[in-house]
Nanobody, 123 residues
Framework: QVQLVESGGGLVQAGGSLRLSCVLS????????MGWFRQAPGKEREFVAR????????NYADSAKGRFTISRDNAKNTVYLEMNSLKPEDTAVYYC????????????????WGQGTQVTVSS
């Protein structure tokens, strides 16, 4: 069973930065596409970013482009999300996910989820 543990969330002022980390255990990290999602109160969980197994390919939601950077260190079984120029609308619980990519589409299919870490951006 894959286990994912996020860390790095907290309270930050608008315009500030945070770096989230997610450590995977229980399976071989390098075979998984990794991603980040977020969910604000009363809203559906939404995609933020994903990164390929090797780290050579990334994809971002429009809301994250130019501000967020996803990266991974396969030797440490860890995926990161660097968030810059944070806005109050970025406030949400951020979830790490491990999954697969379809070879026929760009769709990321999460299979395992972390418990989430709270990010709060104040005005």
């Amino acid at each position: 069973q894959v286990q994912l543990v996020e860390s790095g969330g907290g309270l930050v002022q608008a315009g500030g930065s945070l770096r989230l980390s997610c450590v995977l255990s229980g399976r071989t990290f390098s075979i998984y596409t990794m991603g980040w999602f977020r969910q604000a109160p009363g809203k559906e969980r939404e995609f933020v970013a994903r990164i390929s197994t090797s780290g050579g390919g990334t994809n971002y939601a429009d809301s994250a482009k130019g501000r967020f950077t996803i990266s991974r260190d396969n030797a440490k079984n860890t995926v990161y999300l660097e968030m810059n120029s944070l806005k109050p609308e970025d406030t949400a619980v951020y979830y790490c996910a491990a999954g697969t990519m379809s070879v026929f589409s760009s769709t990321f299919r999460p299979q395992q989820w972390g418990q989430g870490t709270q990010v709060t951006v104040s005005s």
